[in-house]
């Protein structure tokens, strides 16, 4: 499946949050080398709490980049930056895959048998768990037991 970076811009909050036009995968990359702004994060965050409530908004965004980070800095540095773009891209995967944005965000935030009981967004923390989140979707696409 390709997902492009309008995509992870939008899931991101796109320009208004960006505060720069993500066209390509290369203006994506630069930003996120650059340091993704907090706003990004809490849009990224505020899109999974309209469509779950198993956990606040704060036990998400400090999952991602701790409290102390969230609360010191405007914008992250590249490894916080990486693994929010990672999230944002699995969760524009689901919403690809799933099109409803409610049911995309159940797959995200509830445990998977696949990836050991643990819910896709915990595993997308990392980027090998990133990796099979990905796996787990792309299967579910071509009709494969996920």
Do not use: C, W
Not at 17 to 23: A, D, Q
Not at 97 to 114: I, L
């Amino acid at each position: 499946m390709s997902i492009t970076a309008k995509n992870i811009a939008s899931v991101l909050g796109g320009t208004k949050s960006l505060g720069k036009r993500i066209t390509t995968m290369r203006d994506l990359e630069a930003l996120v080398a650059s340091g993704l702004p907090k706003s990004a994060l809490d849009t990224l965050v505020d899109g999974f709490g309209r469509h779950y409530t198993g956990q606040s908004a704060n036990d998400m965004r400090y999952k991602i980049v701790p409290r102390a980070t969230y609360k010191r800095v405007d914008r992250f540095n590249l490894q916080a930056s990486e693994t929010i773009e990672r999230i944002a891209r699995l969760y524009a995967m689901a919403l690809s895959a799933f099109v409803e944005p409610a049911a995309a965000t159940r797959f995200m935030m509830r445990a998977h048998p696949e990836l050991d009981q643990r819910s896709p967004f915990e595993t997308a923390l990392t980027e090998l768990g990133g990796r099979a989140v990905e796996e787990v979707i792309e299967r579910g696409l071509h009709g494969l037991p996920v």
